[in-house]
């Protein structure tokens, strides 16, 4: 049993909660992902770690509600417990693989969206306690839907972006990274982009055409984590890998988004699954 010991809601739906794992807590990296069940009869649900500290032996992950299993983890408070908390899974991000003094001389990007502001932080604060300054895009339909806002301005350098123009930037994130670039002369060695489907589609588009290289996190495809019910499959450079156990990221000039999109659609209006939490069969 693993207990949760705070939680707050973010946004509307958007719950934060900090779990007590300590073994998780102690092996963690960014990028990777955990499942929980809530109990013995729950679904499992892949999340990514948005936060740990190895030293109170906690991990923080942030959920939205969208479907019956999203809903029973955020109808969950501090103090009750998780059946399940398995991790941590996929493969770390590969700003881990290099050198310090290497990361220090990259000008590195991220774009987030929507709840992909919480895996980001986890890569941009790694990034802050080794010296490195990331730029961080953060984009969302309105104010009142970002998340992390202030939690990333303590480790990197943000700006932010709404549909609407009700803060930052009047526009999407790929018209910001236009901005950046053309109107304020910024220069990206590479950039990490996570947040829904089709933004990271465009993004990485947006990307490819000023030659940055880019790395998209696929990690809403998943369903089991484990590779064997195949809910995950997604063509990366014309070959199949499997977001779970390949990734969860991936380089963004590669992935078919468009067919990532059809697997992401397929189970929903299914009167044999959970329509909004993806509940595929081999969970019967």
Known sequence: MFEIVEKRVLAPQIVEMKVKAPLVAASAKPGQFIIVRTDRYGERIPLTVCDYDAAQGTVTIVTQSIGISTRKINALDAGDYFDDFAGPL??????????????KRQ?????????????VYPQVKWLHEKGVEADVIIGARTKDLFTYVDEM?????????TDDGSEGFHGNVTELLKDLIERQGKTYDRCVIIGPMIM?????RACAAYS???????????VDGTGMCGACRVSVGGQTRFTC???PEFDGSLVDFDEAMRRQNM???????????HKCNCHG
């Open 90 to 103: 996929g493969n770390p991000s590969d700003l881990l693989e290099l050198p310090d003094e290497e990361l």
């Open 107 to 119: 000008k590195i990007l991220f774009i987030a969206g929507g709840v992909g502001t919480a895996p």
């Open 153 to 161: 301005k303590r480790v990197g350098n943000v700006f932010l972006a």
């Open 200 to 204: 990271m589609k465009f993004a990485a």
């Open 212 to 222: 940055i290289p880019s790395v998209v996190s696929l990690n809403a495809l998943m």
């Open 245 to 247: 156990v390949d990734g």
């Open 267 to 277: 189970y929903k209006n299914n009167p044999k699954t959970d329509p909004e939490t």
